[in-house]
């Protein structure tokens, strides 16, 4: 019965993240400023500030499909942008 089981053990101590968490930022000599740049910029590239602006509040079925929608339209019209300048070149 427990044969099924047997390949989750090594599974079980580890957290499971969503992609782009999980990152690191040393802290060399003390030197707390640096570091806190680097981990706002890391957060920033990875768009955990959009993320926590978002969860804040609660966010309606109707809003957040059509903030979907306009994500999805930002993303053609850069990806068109991009391949008509590489079509330029």
């Excluded at 090594?10 to 499971?16: A, F, K, N, P, T």
């Excluded at 030197?31 to 602006?53: N, R, S, V």
């Excluded at 957040?64 to 330029?88: F, H, W």
């Amino acid at each position: 019965m427990m044969e099924g089981r047997e390949g989750r053990e090594g599974r079980e101590g580890r957290e499971r993240r969503p992609p782009g968490i999980g990152g690191r930022i040393d802290v060399i000599g003390n030197q707390i400023e640096p570091a806190l740049k680097a981990l706002k910029k890391q957060m920033l590239k990875d768009g955990t500030f959009q993320e926590m602006k978002r969860r804040a509040f609660y966010e309606k079925p109707s809003v957040k499909r059509k903030r979907k929608q306009a994500q999805a339209r930002k993303k053609r019209r850069r990806a068109l942008k991009r391949s008509r300048v590489d079509d330029e070149e």
